[in-house]
T-cell receptor, first 115, second 116 residues
Framework: AQSVAQPEDQVNVAEGNPLTVKCTYS??????LFWYVQYPNRGLQFLLK??????LVKGSYGFEAEFNKSQTSFHLKKPSALVSDSALYFC?????????????FGSGTQLTVLP | DTGVSQDPRHKITKRGQNVTFRCDPI?????LYWYRQTLGQGPEFLTY????????KSRLLSDRFSAERPKGSFSTLEIQRTEQGDSAMYLC??????????????FGEGSRLTVL
């Protein structure tokens, strides 16, 4: 069975500092990896994805994520955090075929950017 | 607004009652998903449709739960004989065929169920 771990429930960072939200995964076959963001009282929004190719993927709002196959990780990063980045972030994985094609989400990491 | 819409946004019911949630996906999207999210957890997959066909159901979807997408457009999720453990946010998402192969789902804002 596929799974995602987000080891930090909460990440606090000062505005202007770099941020990292961690994610590790487990899946059979080549992973399809995603980050979604959830703002208060809003639906989940797609941020970025890794399917194949360059290990560093860029997404919306200046976010990027690095795929590391040997460490089975897909950490979300941003060089300079904004207060408006404060939200709940979910990492998700799916496998290449069959029932594993449905997204499995992590438990989420609450990011707070302090002014 | 051309996004995914869900109704009602909030539902409070007594244990044992039936509830129904509706989801209207983005109009050109042929795939529709239902997820459940409880506090402090990520969304958990329940079921998905391609057009009107229900192609997969999670083991989380007990026989008290039923979902339909009769004309391949909107979908309903019905919970019969609700239990307190059913209290959660029920999320609907949709995607195009290509999007479903790459996981780009478009989510609604959810329907929050509270069972007293």
């Amino acid at each position: 069975a596929q799974s995602v771990a987000q080891p930090e429930d909460q990440v606090n960072v000062a505005e202007g500092n770099p941020l990292t939200v961690k994610c590790t995964y487990s899946v059979s076959g080549n992973p399809y990896l995603f980050w979604y963001v959830q703002y208060p009282n809003r639906g989940l929004q797609f941020l970025l994805k890794y399917i194949t190719g360059d290990n560093l993927v860029k997404g919306s709002y200046g976010f990027e994520a690095e795929f590391n196959k040997s460490q089975t990780s897909f950490h979300l990063k941003k060089p300079s955090a904004l207060v408006s980045d404060s939200a709940l972030y979910f990492c998700a994985v799916r496998g290449p075929s069959g029932s594993a094609r449905q997204l499995t989400f992590g438990s989420g990491t609450q990011l707070t950017v302090l002014p | 607004d051309t996004g995914v819409s869900q109704d009602p946004r909030h539902k409070i019911t007594k244990r044992g009652q039936n509830v129904t949630f509706r989801c209207d996906p983005i109009s050109e999207h042929n795939r529709l998903y239902w997820y459940r999210q409880t506090l402090g957890q990520g969304p958990e997959f329940l079921t998905y449709f391609q057009n009107e066909a229900q192609l997969e159901k999670s083991r989380l979807l007990s026989d008290r739960f039923s979902a339909e997408r009769p004309k391949g457009s909107f979908s309903t999720l019905e919970i019969q004989r609700t239990e307190q453990g059913d209290s959660a946010m029920y999320l609907c998402a949709s995607s195009l065929g290509a999007g479903s192969n790459t996981g780009e789902l478009f989510f609604g804002e959810g329907s929050r169920l509270t069972v007293l």
